[in-house]
């Protein structure tokens, strides 16, 4: 009779160790990847968000591919470190490109002029962009708001219909944007800027030919423009202001307190939470932007409501970076540079107050002012306006704004502009 042997069964390879093992290598695999592939965004995102042309991207983002198949098909730890390698130097070349190959959009006609270069103003080297359909029409001079705030994309894009009357400059002011790095962020001071921005109103007055410019303050350019036609007014036909600062720190608790008593309103306890922790401004110091942060954002959420949120976040804070006037760097500074200027410039102007110490100008005024604007508070502006002596003022309100009156109201900001500023201060010729 036959007999059957049973099998020895074999040893079970599962353990809690191999488990853990492969669990382990699994998190560093995905972390391996997730590197390469930031490691890799710099050429991957060129086609769609910096003005290289194909013919350089097309070429590094398929090296890119080679390099991470490579690894998987050889599968040897000197292959996957030289893929590493390659991809960080397809990344620095794209990195460079990005920069080589910035430009301000073309326009149409022969007496046009669409440039964006560096000019050296108080011994460093800061950028431009010039743009008009006749370099023989006014020159406009913008101040961008800030301090650090960058906007070369972004008045492009919405206040192209002015270059149809206005040779229009926008200076990238020293710590913002692509003249970041201009001068040291911690020797910045607000007589630095009024020179280098006098520096440039005369350089703009010899290239074009004119005795005078024009002058357009938004937001913190406003103190600036003030302060210029102050100490300058022979260089100036007149001024324009829309989201005028007149006080830092009495506008600064005005704000505050609304947001709390907003908040308060809507039963945001953690909103309250927040606001109370850091107490009414002014602050200074380490992580003085993100004390500033919390009311501000509540104030934007209220004007958003008031006027339809017709700007996103989008426009103001990346759409415009996607342009060609950036490169990757430039948009890495566009950042910093509204929290590393704001913390060192802003403490400088606490003191500020235009009632008292700007009571008499000497160039026509006008100030395009948003009716729901509780950045730079409305009321304020209106009692200034109503105390300022000048040879001509107005005060423009645009009904449907917050504090971003150019971007919300365009057609009538523009036309503003042209049929009265232009047409009221233009010396005829």
């Not at 059957?4 to 695999?29: D, Y």
């Not at 602050?283 to 339809?308: C, H, R, W």
């Not at 700007?311 to 950042?335: R, S």
């Amino acid at each position: 009779m036959a007999t059957f042997t049973q099998p020895t069964p074999k040893p079970s390879t599962f353990s809690v160790s191999n488990l853990a093992r492969k669990i382990g290598w699994g998190i560093l695999e995905f972390l391996g990847r997730l590197v390469v592939l930031v490691i890799a965004l710099p050429v991957i995102l060129l086609p769609w968000a910096t003005s290289v042309p194909m013919w350089i991207w097309l070429p590094l983002i398929l090296i890119d591919l080679a390099l991470v198949v490579a690894p998987m098909r050889f599968n040897q730890p000197v292959i996957y470190g030289a893929a590493v390698v390659g991809i960080i130097v397809m990344s620095i070349v794209g990195i460079i490109a990005s920069h080589v190959f910035t430009f301000t959009p073309p326009i149409a006609g022969a007496n046009s002029i669409a440039v964006l270069e560096k000019v050296k103003l108080g011994g460093s080297e800061q950028w431009i962009t010039i743009r008009g359909k006749d370099k023989t029409k006014p020159v406009l001079l913008f101040l961008a708001g800030g301090p650090g705030g960058g906007t070369l994309g972004l008045t492009r894009q919405y206040l192209m219909p002015l270059e149809e009357h206005f040779v229009l400059v926008n200076w990238e002011q020293p710590g913002a944007g692509k003249s970041y790095s201009a001068v040291p962020i911690a020797s910045l001071t607000v007589e630095r800027y009024l020179n280098d921005a006098r520096e440039l109103t005369e350089m703009l007055r010899a290239r074009f030919h004119q005795d005078k410019i024009y002058l357009l303050g938004e937001s913190w350019g406003t103190i600036l423009g003030i302060k210029l036609i102050q100490k300058y007014p022979e260089l100036y036909h007149a001024y324009v202001g829309t989201g005028q600062m007149i006080t830092t720190t009495s506008n600064d608790v005005m704000g505050y307190e609304m947001a709390l008593q907003y908040a308060t309103e809507q039963g945001d306890s953690a909103t309250i939470e927040s606001l109370r922790k850091v107490g009414p401004p002014p602050y200074t110091g380490e992580g003085m932007f993100t004390k500033y942060s919390p009311y501000l954002g509540v104030l934007n959420k209220i004007m958003a409501q008031k006027t339809g949120g017709k700007i996103t976040m989008y426009d103001m804070y990346l759409g415009h970076l996607l342009g060609p006037e950036y490169g990757w760097v430039d948009k890495l500074n566009w950042y910093r540079g509204f929290i590393d200027v704001f913390t060192v410039v802003y403490p400088q102007i606490a003191d500020l107050d235009f009632t008292t110490q700007a009571t008499q100008l000497k160039v026509p005024v006008y100030f395009a002012e948003g009716r729901y604007d509780i950045n730079a508070m409305a009321s304020l502006v209106e009692k200034y306006y109503n105390t300022l002596q000048a040879p001509h003022k107005e005060l423009i309100w645009f009904e449907q704004s917050g504090h971003d009156v150019m971007y919300g109201e365009t057609i009538k900001f523009v036309d503003m502009m042209v049929n009265r500023v232009l047409a009221q201060t233009q010396p005829a010729r």
